[in-house]
């Protein structure tokens, strides 16, 4: 039981990670670009490369998957900066389906569709994060740093330009603000986060294939980021929860079928529905005070 | 010279096809501004539709083919009401992606109810394929009855978008949406039909395709979705001459591409000719380019 709970905790995680790129993306941004699952598997295949083709540990992995995955978004967004919102989307799906195919062809580099197996697990001074408990605790430690620095970065001058971006770029852009760079900004700092997520999933499941990077993936991160609240933190975070644990609450009632097609389909529902109702989803842009927890007051801060 | 022509003429059928899908993404987005993902599954259900009452109930081709463009007809209306109008007012954004939403929707619906794997498609009689030769080129008698119901198709929309009061409506609504209701015209009326057509148009090409390539399946909207946005986009989005010709460009493109360069390249030519077009020319063919003004 625990290890299952585990488990879900670990997926949860990883997923709020890459909900948070995300999240910086379209929360604070405003850009409707869902390129998170190319980047995601951008980081996975860099670190699970090094690891089994160099022997580099995990702890040059992480870093060099976060780079990898934030230097590809930084071209991406100088590419497609110029497009139009619904183009730009388009774009940016587009490259998925460009990443995956190349994940799936470059079969010297990759293996294809054969995937890399026995990736291993992090080690830190003969420690090694074998169980599922000790992972956990790696992936949650992870999911507060970068919260952490996405608050950070939402009180800074960057953050604000990205807002400022998000309420009016005409604006924004005669406030003397570099719209242009910004943006690209935005791109890549939202792929390192996803980045960091696929570093974290490849050395926990041990084995990668390009199936896992399509465009159903980085739907089901836009989804997760509009459920829990399109710009907020803790909203990456009670969204992945709520979009991990539904499927698993529909097969304990007894859904039985394909899980994937009835998963997909709640998927779609979810979209549809959130934004109908609750656009800004559960947390809004507000965020769970964790003073809250020491010093009493309000639970939730308004930005 | 004669396998270019062939190429050619393999390559205006499919392009036929795509027009009629890139119709819809055309007449929906120069009216309110607005890419709608669901309109690949909208073809695809059409050409479900259309299997089931052919296969499942029985019914004849030329009774099943009406009602299934009636009913995906209604499905374009019903999900414009559900998805769409609520967000009219909204940022660009909610529409974006409920229309995400519908499309993953109606995917994992058709594939819940109908399964996943593909199904043959039946062929009425009388459209059974005869083979025809001329001057080098193979042609069969359905890639014909494809082109011309789609050319009839076409110069019928062009004609009521042009010469009728309420395409005149349509076309108002399209230079000016805020000023169109005070002329009188029913935006709501408008966009429903608007919806309604292209989806009628769409599900005769699901149709079509079933016929074609004798085979229907949940995930046949997702490509052809993509390649007929690029034709629309390659036409000039929101133009219905436009969207035609940029289907049989595409159509033509994407023939050309398989047979002299290679089959494999087949899908990624839309996606090739998409990202040129939206590096260079976003405005497409007949479009106009169009200032921002802030």
């Known amino acids: ?303 | 010279m004669s396998e270019f022509l062939q190429q050619l003429v393999n390559g205006i059928t499919v392009g036929s096809i795509y027009a009629l899908i890139a119709l819809g993404y055309t007449m929906v987005y120069g009216i309110l501004m607005f890419i709608n993902f669901a309109h690949g599954e909208i073809y695809m259900a059409g050409a479900f539709i259309g299997w089931y009452l052919m296969t499942q109930l029985g019914l004849p081709f030329l009774i099943a083919t009406p009602l299934t463009v009636i009913a995906v007809a209604l499905l374009g209306v019903v999900i414009e009401k559900i998805a769409y109008r609520p967000l009219r007012h909204a940022s660009r954004l909610g529409p974006l992606i409920t229309a995400i939403g519908v499309s993953i929707f109606l995917q994992n619906l058709a594939a819940a109810i109908f399964g996943t794997d593909p199904r043959p498609f039946p062929l009425p009689s009388f459209l059974e394929r005869n083979i025809y030769e001329v001057g080098g080129v193979i042609l069969d008698s359905l890639q014909i009855w494809i082109f011309f119901l789609s050319i009839l198709i076409m110069i019928g929309l062009d004609l009521y978008v042009n010469h009728t009061r309420m395409g005149k409506a349509m076309r108002a609504t399209k230079i000016n949406k805020q000023v169109a209701p005070l002329m009188g015209i029913n935006l709501d009326t408008v966009i429903s039909l608007v919806f309604a057509i292209g989806s009628g148009i769409a599900a005769l090409g699901g149709i079509m395709v079933g016929l074609y390539y004798n085979s229907v399946s949940p995930t046949m909207g997702f490509m052809p979705g993509l390649v007929a946005f690029t034709a629309a986009v390659l036409g000039g989005i929101g133009n219905i001459r436009g969207a035609m010709i940029g289907g049989m460009l595409i159509g033509i493109l994407e023939n050309l591409g398989a047979g002299y360069i290679s089959s494999g390249f087949k899908q990624g030519i839309a996606f090739f000719v998409l990202i040129a077009l939206l590096l260079f020319r976003q405005e497409g063919i007949m479009g106009k380019v169009e200032r921002e003004k802030v």
């Open chain 1, 1 to 303: 039981m625990e290890a299952y709970l585990a488990h879900m905790l670990i997926i949860i995680g990883i997923y709020a990670v890459i909900t948070m790129g995300q999240n910086i993306i379209l929360g604070y941004t405003g850009l409707f670009g869902i390129a998170q699952a190319a980047f995601y598997g951008i980081g996975a295949y860099t670190s699970a490369i090094l690891a089994l083709k160099l022997g580099l540990p995990f702890w040059v992995g992480l870093p060099a998957g976060a780079l990898a995955a934030g230097l590809f978004g930084w071209l991406l967004g100088l590419a497609t900066m110029r497009l139009g919102g619904d183009y730009f989307c388009i774009a940016t799906l587009g490259f998925v389906v460009i990443v995956q195919q190349v994940l799936l062809n470059w079969e010297a580099l990759t293996r294809g569709a054969f995937g890399l197996p026995d990736i291993p697990r992090p080690s830190l001074w003969g420690f090694s994060f074998d169980t599922r408990l000790s992972y956990c605790l790696l992936v949650w430690v992870l999911v507060a740093v970068l919260g952490l620095l996405m608050r950070n970065v939402a009180d800074s001058r960057l953050g604000r330009a990205f807002m400022a971006i998000r309420d009016n770029e005409t604006a924004a852009l005669g406030m003397g603000i570099n719209t242009f760079l910004v943006k690209v900004i935005a791109v890549s700092l939202g792929a390192v986060y996803a980045g960091v997520g696929g570093v974290l999933y490849a050395h926990y499941t041990t084995y990668i294939d390009p199936s896992s990077f399509s465009v159903m993936e980085t739907i089901i991160v836009l989804c997760m980021a509009v459920l829990g609240g399109m710009g907020s933190i803790s909203g990456s975070i009670l969204g992945a929860a709520a979009l991990i644990f539904a499927p698993e609450l529909l097969r304990l009632v007894g859904v039985t079928g394909s899980l994937s097609i009835y998963r997909q389909l709640l998927y779609g529902i979810i979209l549809v529905a959130a934004i109908l109702t609750r656009p800004r989803g559960i947390m809004g842009m507000a965020e769970f005070r964790f003073q809250a927890l020491f010093k009493g007051g309000p639970w939730i801060r308004e930005i």
